[in-house]
């Protein structure tokens, strides 16, 4: 393996590694704002249960 294999190597490594912790950043940002849905379901339930 020659010195641009190596290097190429590297690089592919470290934008996996950028991506895999976007991804995780992404998702657990996600994770902690759902709760703006949650009113929104509560809306929701306080509509059809002013329709019976």
Same mark, same amino acid.
């Given at each position: 393996?020659?010195?641009? %294999?190596?290097?190429?190597?590297?690089? !592919?490594?470290? !934008? &996996?590694? !950028? @991506?895999? &912790? +976007?991804? *995780? +950043?992404? &998702?657990? #940002? *996600?994770? *902690?704002? %759902?709760? #703006?849905?949650?009113?929104? @379901?509560?809306? &929701?339930?306080?509509?059809? %249960?002013?329709?019976?």
């Amino acid at each position: 393996m020659n010195k641009t %294999e190596k290097l190429q190597r590297i690089i !592919l490594i470290f !934008l &996996g590694a !950028l @991506a895999s &912790g +976007y991804f *995780m +950043y992404s &998702g657990f #940002s *996600m994770l *902690m704002h %759902e709760d #703006s849905s949650d009113t929104n @379901a509560t809306q &929701g339930v306080k509509q059809l %249960e002013g329709d019976f």
